[in-house]
C-alpha cells in the first residue's frame, strides 16, 4: 500500500483498489460522527490487491477502534459519502500505476485521451476508447489533447449536466495542466465547425448516427423505502438469518449483544454491529455481508457499510422511526430545553444563524423593523424590488410610515372562493379548520427587508381550497420577484415562529371563516384545548365538547351561555395557565371562572354531557431524536423522486441549476436554485420525499421553499460556513464559458497546425486509433511555449504569444490592463509569477490558487492586485 498525494485525489486506476480514511474537522460534522473508512474495488483489480487492501483496513479498524464506520466501494457504484470527498468529480484511469511513476503528472502536455463524463451531483470520468463509437447522446465527453481540451455536450444532456461537466474540465486543467490549456466547448456542432474539425483530425470522420441515450439506472426513493431487518447468529456450526422487522423499524430492536443486516432494497446492505459482539464477529463483518449478498442475488458490486453500535452513520440512523443517543439523552434533553426556555435576543439570532436554525426562529416574531432617521421602511420595500429590477409598489401589503421608530408587518388572507381575502388584523391568529390562510411576514436583517410566507392548510380545507391556496401564494410571490420564503404548514404542526407571530393568541376554531359572516351559527356549547408554555409553544385548538377531550397534563376553556370555565389538569403548571390567560381573551368575553380538576361544578359536566373517562397519566417530556441534518439533490426519473445525498455538505454544494432539499427532521427545506428549471414540483418531491420516507415520517411535516439568495437564517445555520453576498452579481466581472461558438481565431491556428502533420490509424479496424498530434505537445515540464488561457469577451483567448520564464511582480500587480507587458493575458496576470513570488504573495501555490471556487480567486485577486 502506498500513499496517494493529495494533488491525486479523485484519480483511481482501474487496476487497484485504494483505503480512503475520512475524519470530519468541523464541529457541525462531528456532532455524535464518527470517522469513516473505505475500501475500494477497481473493475480490473486482481485478488492479491484486493487481498492487501482488506488485510491494511483490518489493521487501521483495529487501531482506530469501534468509532469508525466501515464502507465497501465498488468503480461506479460507490456510495453518495464517498463521492462527497471528491468534488467536483471522480475520474477513472486506465490500467494501473507502476511504482516509479507518479500518480498523477501535472504540467504534461503529449497527452491524446478521451473521458467519458456523466452523473448527476457526483460527476464521474471514465477513460474510454478514443474512437466515436465511444460517443452517445445523453453523456458529455472530454476530449484531451493536452495544449486543447474540447468539451462534447451530447444533446440529450440537460443544462445542469452540462454546467458540472464544465467544472470538472476545469478542475482536470487546473490540476493537471496548471491551469495551462485551452477549452473549447461543443455544444451544438454545427455551430462549432472549427472545434469539430480537430475533433475530426484526431477521432476521423463520424460514419452513422450517434448511440442513443444511455439509460439512468439511479434507485428511487420507493426503492430505498423497501427495508429489512435480520438477525445475525450461529447456531451450532450453521449460520442462521432470520427477518426480524420491516418498516417502521425501531431502535430497541438492535441488542447489543447481537449482529443484525439491514437489507436497503438490495441496494445497499448495512452491518451493525453490538457493542457486546466478539472480535471474531468484527472481523466476520464484510464477509458475511458478501455472502448474505450472493443469497439474495444482488450484484457483487452492492454497497456495504458496517456500522458499530454507539457510532452509527446519519444515514443508518434514518432508517428508523426515532433514533436516540444512549449515553447523551439526558443531557441532550437538558440542552434543547434551555434553549427553548431563555428569553429570546433578537440580536443573537441575527448574528448566529445557528441558533436560529435550532430554534427554527428567524427572530422573536415581533416583526419590527428598525427605521433609522435616513430611511423609512417603505422605502427600503421599494429599494428591495427596485434592486431585483421591479415595480416598485406592492398591491396587497401594508407599509410602515415614516413617523414610526418601529412598525410590525403581518398581513393574513383568508382562501374563499378560491381566492384570497384579507382578515381583517383585530382577527389575525382566529383561523378556522375548514379553511387556508396565507401569512405574510416581514422583518429585517442585515440591513435588509426579509418575507417569510406561511401557507396554512385546516385539517379540514378541501382539495381545490388547497390548489387555490398554493396558486395565490405563487402569485403573491411573483408581485415580491421571487422574494419570498414560502413555508407550508398544516393545522396543528405549526412551528414556533409561526405561534410567535400571534403571542400566544393563535385560536384555530373548527367551523368555517365565521367571522366573515359565512359559516355556520356558533354552537352554545364549545370546548377548547389550550397547549403550551409560552408565546412561541401555545395553541389554542377547539375539540369536541364532551368529558372524553380532557387531559389531566393540560388547560381546556368550556364556553357555554353566560358564563366560561377555565379548567386547570392537575398536571399542568404555572407558565401553562399564564399563556391560558392570554388565550381566554381572544375567545371569550364573557364572565370566567377557574375550576381545579376534581372540583368541577355538577353544571361544568352537564355541558359536557356527563362524565367520562379521559387520559390522567403524566406526560413524559418528549424525546428528542439524535438526528443530523442531511442534504440531497432532486431530480426526476419515470416520474418517480431520486436523490443524490452530498455528505459533509457546504454553501457550495448549492448550484444556479440544482433543486436541493435539506432535512433537519424538524423541517424539510427546498431550496431552489436561480436557474432551476423544475421549482414547481419542488414542494411535491419535500411530500413525497416524506412519504416515502422508511421512518415512517409525519406528512404534517413542514416544507420550506427557499430561493436562492433569499435564505433565512433557519437555513443558513445549518451550514458550517455561509456567505450572504456570494451569489451578489458582480458586473465588472462576467464569467466566460471558454470556447464558445465566434473564436475562430486560436481554434483555426490550431486546425492548421493539425492539418500540417500526417495522422497515423489503427490498423485494421477501420476506426480511429491512436493519432500523433504533434502540433498540440509540449515539454513535459512546462517550460516550453505554450498556449496561454485567456477568457476574453469571444470566450476562448486568441493570445499566443510566448513567454519564457517569470515576470517582476512590480510589472503585474496594480497595473491597468493596458500598462501589462505585451502578450500577458490580465484575466490572470498571477500566473506569471514566478513560483516563490506566487507562495509570498497569496500564501498558497498556484495549484493550491487554482483549485479554489472561482469567486474565491477573484476575491483574492482583488484585494492583491491582480484584477
Not at 60 to 75: D, I, P
Not at 267 to 282: H, T
Not at 501 to 520: D, M, P, T
Amino acid at each position: 500500500m502506498l500513499p496517494v498525494p493529495e494533488g491525486a485525489y479523485g484519480n483511481f486506476f482501474e487496476e487497484h483498489c485504494y483505503v480512503v480514511l475520512h475524519v470530519p474537522q468541523s464541529l457541525k460534522a462531528t456532532q455524535g460522527a464518527s470517522s469513516d473508512l473505505h475500501y475500494w474495488v477497481g473493475k480490473e483489480a486482481g485478488a492479491e490487491a484486493q487481498g492487501a487492501a482488506a488485510t491494511f483496513v483490518q489493521q487501521l479498524q483495529e487501531e482506530r477502534g469501534t468509532l469508525t464506520v466501515l464502507h465497501r466501494e465498488a468503480q461506479a457504484h460507490e456510495s453518495d459519502c464517498f463521492r462527497s470527498y471528491f468534488r467536483p468529480g471522480i475520474i477513472y484511469r486506465k490500467g494501473g500505476l507502476p511504482s516509479d511513476l507518479k500518480h498523477v503528472e501535472t504540467n504534461m502536455f503529449n497527452i491524446q485521451r478521451l473521458l467519458h463524463i456523466k452523473g448527476r451531483k457526483h460527476m464521474s470520468a471514465t477513460e474510454v476508447e478514443l474512437s466515436w463509437n465511444s460517443f452517445n447522446k445523453g453523456d458529455i465527453f472530454l476530449l484531451d489533447l493536452g495544449k486543447m481540451m474540447i468539451q462534447w455536450n451530447g444533446p440529450k444532456t440537460s443544462i445542469s449536466e452540462k454546467a458540472r461537466g464544465l467544472a470538472l474540465t476545469y478542475s482536470i486543467r487546473d490540476r493537471e495542466r496548471g491551469g495551462r490549456a485551452q477549452i473549447g466547448v461543443v455544444d451544438d456542432e454545427v455551430k462549432a465547425p472549427d472545434l469539430m474539425q480537430i475533433m475530426e483530425s484526431v477521432l476521423g470522420r463520424r460514419v452513422g448516427s450517434l448511440r442513443a441515450a444511455m439509460p439512468n439506472k439511479d434507485i428511487n426513493q420507493l426503492q430505498k423505502a423497501n427495508i429489512r431487518l435480520y438477525h445475525i447468529y450461529e447456531k451450532g456450526k450453521d449460520l442462521v438469518v432470520l427477518e426480524l422487522a420491516t418498516p417502521p423499524l425501531t431502535q430497541d430492536l438492535l441488542q447489543e449483544e447481537d449482529f443484525y443486516i439491514l437489507d436497503q432494497g438490495g441496494f445497499k446492505i448495512y452491518v451493525w454491529q453490538g457493542g457486546l459482539s466478539s472480535l471474531q464477529e468484527r472481523k466476520a463483518a464484510f464477509s458475511r455481508a458478501a455472502g448474505f449478498i450472493q443469497a439474495k442475488g444482488y450484484p457483487t458490486y452492492t454497497n456495504v457499510e458496517v456500522v458499530n453500535d454507539g457510532a452509527e452513520s446519519a444515514a443508518f440512523k434514518q432508517l428508523f422511526r426515532i433514533w436516540t443517543e444512549k449515553r447523551s439523552r439526558n443531557r441532550r434533553l437538558g440542552r434543547i430545553d434551555k434553549l427553548i426556555h431563555v428569553k429570546l435576543d433578537v440580536g443573537k439570532l441575527h448574528s448566529q444563524p445557528e441558533l436560529a436554525a435550532q430554534l427554527r426562529m428567524v427572530d422573536d416574531g415581533s416583526g419590527k423593523v428598525e427605521v433609522g432617521k435616513a430611511q423609512s421602511l417603505e422605502q427600503c420595500h421599494c429599494q428591495h424590488r427596485a434592486d431585483l429590477g421591479c415595480d416598485q409598489s406592492l398591491p396587497g401589503s401594508r407599509l410602515g410610515h415614516p413617523q414610526e421608530e418601529e412598525t410590525t408587518l403581518t398581513d393574513v388572507w383568508c382562501m374563499q372562493d378560491l381566492r384570497r381575502q384579507p382578515v381583517d388584523p383585530k382577527h389575525h391568529g382566529q383561523l378556522c379548520a375548514g379553511n387556508c390562510y396565507l401569512v405574510l411576514y416581514t422583518y429585517q436583517r442585515m440591513g435588509r427587508v426579509q418575507y417569510l410566507l406561511y401557507l396554512w392548510q385546516g385539517h379540514q380545507a378541501t382539495a381545490d381550497e388547497i390548489e387555490a391556496l398554493n396558486s395565490n401564494a405563487e402569485e403573491l410571490d411573483t408581485m415580491y420577484c421571487g422574494a419570498l420564503v414560502q413555508e407550508h404548514v398544516t393545522m396543528g404542526s405549526e412551528p414556533p415562529h409561526f405561534l410567535a407571530i400571534f403571542q400566544g393568541q393563535l385560536v384555530v376554531f373548527q367551523e368555517r371563516a365565521g367571522h366573515y359572516g359565512r359559516g355556520k351559527s356558533a354552537p352554545t356549547t364549545r370546548l377548547f384545548h389550550v397547549q403550551g408554555t409560552d408565546s412561541y409553544s401555545t395553541r389554542t385548538v377547539e375539540v369536541p365538547a364532551r368529558a372524553s377531550s380532557l387531559n389531566s397534563n393540560d388547560i381546556f376553556l368550556l364556553v357555554i351561555a353566560g358564563v366560561c370555565y377555565l379548567w386547570f389538569g392537575k398536571g399542568c403548571n404555572g407558565d401553562q395557565r399564564e399563556m391560558a390567560r392570554v388565550a381566554v381573551t381572544v375567545i371569550s368575553k364573557k364572565n370566567e371562572e377557574t375550576v381545579l380538576e376534581g372540583q368541577e361544578p355538577p353544571h361544568f359536566w352537564e355541558a359536557l354531557g356527563g362524565r367520562a373517562p379521559y387520559p390522567s397519566n403524566k406526560r413524559l417530556p418528549e424525546e428528542v431524536p439524535s438526528v443530523q441534518p442531511r442534504l440531497f439533490e432532486c431530480s426526476s426519473q419515470m416520474g418517480c423522486l431520486v436523490l443524490a445525498e452530498v455528505v459533509f455538505f457546504s454553501q457550495e454544494d448549492l448550484g444556479q441549476y440544482d433543486v436541493m432539499l435539506l432535512d433537519t427532521w424538524q423541517e424539510i427545506f427546498l431550496w431552489l436554485g436561480g436557474a432551476a428549471g423544475a421549482w414547481k414540483k419542488a414542494v411535491a418531491w419535500g411530500q413525497e420525499y416524506l412519504k416515502a420516507h422508511p421512518a415512517g415520517r409525519s406528512l404534517a411535516t413542514p416544507i420550506v421553499l427557499v430561493k436562492q439568495g433569499h435564505e433565512p437564517p433557519t437555513f443558513t445555520g445549518w451550514f458550517f460556513t455561509w456567505d450572504p453576498y456570494k451569489w451578489t452579481p458582480d458586473p465588472s466581472n462576467k464569467e466566460v464559458v471558454e470556447g464558445s461558438p465566434g473564436t475562430a481565431s486560436l481554434i483555426s491556428e490550431i486546425t492548421a497546425e493539425v492539418n500540417s502533420f500526417q495522422l497515423s490509424r489503427g490498423p485494421g479496424n477501420g476506426r480511429a486509433g491512436a493519432m500523433a498530434l504533434q502540433a498540440l505537445k509540449g515539454s513535459q515540464d512546462g517550460s516550453g511555449n505554450e498556449l496561454i488561457r485567456g477568457p476574453k469577451s469571444g470566450g476562448v483567448s486568441s493570445t499566443s504569444a510566448s513567454i519564457n520564464g517569470a515576470l517582476p511582480r512590480e510589472q503585474l500587480m496594480h497595473q491597468a490592463a493596458e500598462d501589462l507587458p505585451e502578450g500577458v493575458d490580465p484575466a490572470r496576470r498571477e500566473f506569471y509569477l514566478s513560483d516563490s513570488d506566487f507562495q509570498d504573495i497569496f500564501g498558497k501555490s498556484k495549484e493550491e490558487f487554482y483549485n479554489m471556487a472561482t469567486w474565491r480567486q477573484r476575491q483574492e485577486k482583488k484585494q492583491l492586485g491582480f484584477f
